[in-house]
């Protein structure tokens, strides 16, 4: 099922809406990258609120996700891991270490927005 | 979302869709068994994993999920078995950092961290059974 990414000034937001399969993860991975270019996006928020499991495979997806928006000039924020989904990911070993996480939407959309701030800030110093 | 009470659950796995209806199947399995959510979502990902590794080892299999009883406890198991290669040492297969597939060598001692048993029957040639336990608190 695919994930619906939405556009809203220079950030996209990919909202998913059900459990993935690995298939799926890595088409929004595709998706998202290709986006980013074609409308010149500086951050993404990735919404996991409705994943009720993230193992090893969509861990390491979400990390090489990441990964690729920043090389391609954007910055990505996960939103709305749950507090059972943490401590299994805690449990299991994983981590997604060097990827902006916060805890809900709202959250993302601020912490975005701080950047673009200090973005231009720094443009115009 | 309503859901319809699930008996035993058995999955054939051969696809990464078919990881995805094993961890859900034995999620309401547990669920419906009076679970709390940490204990169900680390249910469900354990079984995500324990069919990760077939995918990845054997290509093909199945995972069983049942409730069980022992004595005053009771609890849900997790069985992955497939006819794949087997694991050549086990005891190495469950130390933190071991993997074959280059994958994060994570698998089964995370995996076995989500879980209060864990068995593995395997021998090289013979397939793998991996039988995982968690007890209702």
């Known amino acids: 099922m695919p994930v619906p990414i939405l556009k809203q000034g220079d950030c996209l937001i990919a909202s998913i809406q059900s459990a ?16 980013v270019g074609r ?9 996991v609120t409705v994943l009720d499991v993230l193992d090893s495979f969509a861990s390491r997806t979400l990390r090489t996700m990441a990964e690729m928006i920043r090389l391609r000039g954007a910055e990505t924020v996960i939103v709305g891991i749950q507090p059972e989904v943490a401590f299994s990911m805690v449990q299991l070993g994983l981590s997604l270490d060097g990827v902006t996480t916060v805890l809900d939407l709202e959250e993302g959309l601020a912490h975005l927005d701080r950047s673009r701030r200090a973005r231009v800030a720094h443009a115009g110093g | 979302m309503s859901r319809t009470p699930v008996d035993d659950v058995c999955v054939a796995i051969r696809s990464d869709a078919d990881v995805v209806a094993a961890r859900s199947l034995g999620r309401s399995l547990a669920e419906q068994h009076g679970f709390g959510t940490t204990d169900v979502t680390m249910i469900a990902t354990a079984i995500s994993e324990l069919a990760r590794n077939i995918l990845k080892y054997a290509h093909e299999g199945e995972i069983v999920v049942e409730t069980v009883e ?17 694991i ?33 029957v395997s021998a090289p040639g013979s397939g793998t059974v991996i039988t995982a336990i968690k007890w209702r608190r």
């Open chain 1, 20 to 35: 993935l399969t690995d298939a799926d993860l890595l088409e929004l991975r595709d998706e998202l990258s290709e986006r």
């Open chain 1, 39 to 47: 409308y010149r996006s500086k951050g993404v928020i990735i919404d």
């Open chain 2, 70 to 86: 022992r004595g005053s406890m009771s609890g849900v198991s997790v069985v992955a078995r497939d006819d794949g290669p087997g």
């Open chain 2, 88 to 120: 050549p040492d086990v005891g190495l297969a469950l130390q933190d950092g071991f993997s074959t597939a280059n994958s994060l060598g994570l698998g089964l001692p995370g995996t076995r961290r989500l879980m209060d048993e864990f068995e593995i």
